[in-house]
């Protein structure tokens, strides 16, 4: 943690009782491999289902708003190295209610992705006959399937696994992440390079009805906006942040922080990118004719199961159909442990701030690991299992949240900006008064785009967040209560329950394509209905969010509300405390 003093040579690290020896390798590839996990294996298919070829574009758009999230998290990053670090910033800026609200959704994105990277796996193993019944589908060409008995028994025994494995400490896991991540980024790497050289059918890209979806311009590109969340390509691109997760471990964070961030992002764009233009020249011709349209690949359950690794089947490449079932198991289940590792930094954060119960910073006296957090973010992580129990089910409302989570970092860039304006910073984004501001606005355009159900979902997982943290202020669960900075945060109610209006009025419902919707109100309030029609919605969320970010701003905390948060951090308990 920073402490600040007026000279800002004074600035430095605070410790916290973590180990602090995560190099800039173990900060980059911990980023990169959350960024290179379950997506790579699904987005592709499911992006060209809803938006056909021209899903390219959601990717280059995605991709773009993304890059400029990390760009933020970067600055942040560089000036607060802290354990659960996008939890925190926005408590610096605005104060408690602040940092409760965007803290909570952190949480729960890092606590429901080893979940959904446990169910990628299981489906994707799905294919191998003697593991065929661990995921149904209810019957042949249905959409989606589900876990089955056997398959839940062997999601809580990989759960378990990550509990050991974060449990020996950190210094082995970012050492055994790097070997994880290493193969990750090369087998896609290697699946580019052998599809586009051997099977490659470039006339593809006008199959299935065309390169982009029938209906004229805005059926096009609502299909491609839909996609950007709807399809994963969002999640696909999200966990550039975990190198600011582990920023309390880093041995040198003011200079390795804001490279990791940059790197991790700019690799896997990279790849995303190839990925999906390989995917859909690899197809087979014949595929797309049977079911005509890209739309109908959805029906094509072993395709679903698996789409690499049955292009490369179909192909002939059955060496490669081996890597990438290999894969299939490493890359989400390396992604799933980081994303543990995170959850249990993020509560530990959490705490640290007051606002759930203390426990959730006690460590291990010889490791320094936060116990209680990763076992607690597992079996939370078990429990999404039960009303989402498929990778479909579950990736709008981990995208959804992981979004509004990033939302907040912009708007406590722009408030430190000006109240902290002599703050060291290793890295300082350019022209900040306009790109800080766009990016509260496109993370808010994403959130939208995920649709009525995804957002009313949320809103109930934000009202279950403040009840629970309520409980642990009231029971004095933790003996640092905070005090609710009302001023700085006047903004926070008008600005979810503005989203929620907007969303409702709407034009996008909700998921689509394969992924069935998981709004829980969806059978009582119908909502996304087009009330606000295209273009002028997105017109009216931008201008929303613009006054959002300003009154945001305006009201942030003055510069000795600030330094007192950042300074008050008491030590860690030691283990047994």
């Known amino acids: 943690m920073t402490a600040v003093q007026e000279a800002p040579a004074a600035a430095g690290p605070v410790d916290e009782g973590l180990n602090r020896q995560v190099g800039l390798l173990g900060l980059m590839w911990a980023s ?25 574009i959601g990717w280059v758009i995605a991709s773009g708003i993304v890059i400029l999230l990390a760009l933020v998290h970067a600055e942040l990053g560089g000036m607060f190295h802290v354990a659960g670090g996008t939890s925190r910033f926005p408590h610096y800026a605005f104060g408690s209610l602040a940092g409760a609200t965007f803290g909570w959704f952190a949480y729960i994105q ?69 070997g994880i991540t290493t193969w990750k ?23 299935g009805g065309g390169f982009f979806v029938p209906g004229g311009f805005s059926a096009s590109s609502k299909a491609i906006l839909i996609a950007i969340p709807g399809a994963g390509i969002v999640f696909a691109l999200l966990g550039f942040e975990q190198a600011v997760q582990l920023g309390g471990e880093s041995a040198n964070p003011k200079r390795d922080l804001p490279r990791a961030v940059i790197g991790s992002i700019l690799l896997g764009t990279v790849v995303y990118i190839a990925l999906q233009f390989v995917f859909i020249g690899a197809l087979n011709p014949a595929t797309i004719a049977h079911f005509h349209t890209w739309a109908g690949l959805v029906k094509d359950n072993a395709l679903e199961q698996g789409p690499f690794y049955t292009v490369a089947k179909v192909a002939g490449l059955a060496w490669l159909a081996w890597i990438l079932r290999v894969d299939a198991v490493i890359s989400p ?42 076992v607690v973010s597992a079996i939370i992580g078990l429990l999404f299992l039960l009303p989402f129990p498929s990778w479909a089910s579950l990736v709008d409302l981990v995208t959804g949240a992981s979004v509004l989570m990033y939302a907040g970092a912009p708007l406590a860039l722009g408030a430190l900006r000006k109240s902290m304006p002599d703050l060291p910073r290793s890295y300082r984004l350019p022209m900040h008064k306009v790109l800080a501001p766009a990016a509260f606005v496109l993370a808010n355009f994403i959130v939208y785009w995920a649709g009525w159900n995804t957002v009313s979902t949320l809103m109930l997982v934000l009202l279950i967040g403040y009840v629970l943290m309520i409980l642990s202020s009231v029971l004095h669960l933790n003996d640092h209560i905070p005090q609710i900075d009302w001023g700085a945060s006047i903004w926070i109610f008008p600005y979810m329950i503005g989203m929620t209006l907007i969303s409702y009025f709407g034009s996008f419902p909700g998921p689509v394509g394969v992924f069935g919707g998981v709004g829980v109100f969806k059978n009582v309030l119908i909502g996304g209905n087009g009330d606000l029609p295209l273009w002028w919605d997105l017109l009216l969320l931008a201008a929303f969010n613009l006054v959002i970010y300003h009154v945001a701003v305006g009201h942030r905390l003055p510069k000795e509300k600030v330094e007192a948060y950042i300074s008050e951090a008491p030590s860690v308990p030691a283990a047994g405390h």
């Open 185 to 207: 980024v090369l087998v896609p790497i290697l699946a580019i390079i052998v599809l586009l050289s051997t099977h490659f059918h470039g006339h593809n890209f006008s199959a």
């Open 110 to 178: 890092a606590a429901t992705v080893a979940p959904i990277e446990v169910l990628a796996t299981i489906q994707y193993f799905s294919t191998v006959s003697w593991a065929s019944s661990w995921y149904k589908y209810p019957a042949p060409g249905a959409i989606e399937g589900t876990l089955s008995g056997t398959g839940i028994a062997i999601a809580v025994l990989l759960m378990f696994v990550f509990v050991v494995i974060n449990l020996v400490g950190i210094r082995w896991l970012a050492h055994a992440n790097t």
């Open 333 to 374: 289940g390396g992604t799933g442990l980081i994303y543990l590792t995170s959850a249990s930094r993020l509560s530990f954060g959490l705490s640290k701030n007051g606002y759930v119960p203390q426990t959730f910073e006690r460590t291990n006296a010889r490791t320094k690991i936060p116990v209680i957090g990763v």
């Open 32 to 56: 990169e491999g959350s960024i290179i996990g379950s997506g790579w294996l699904f987005a592709s298919l499911v992006a060209l289902t809803i938006a056909g070829p021209s899903a390219l």
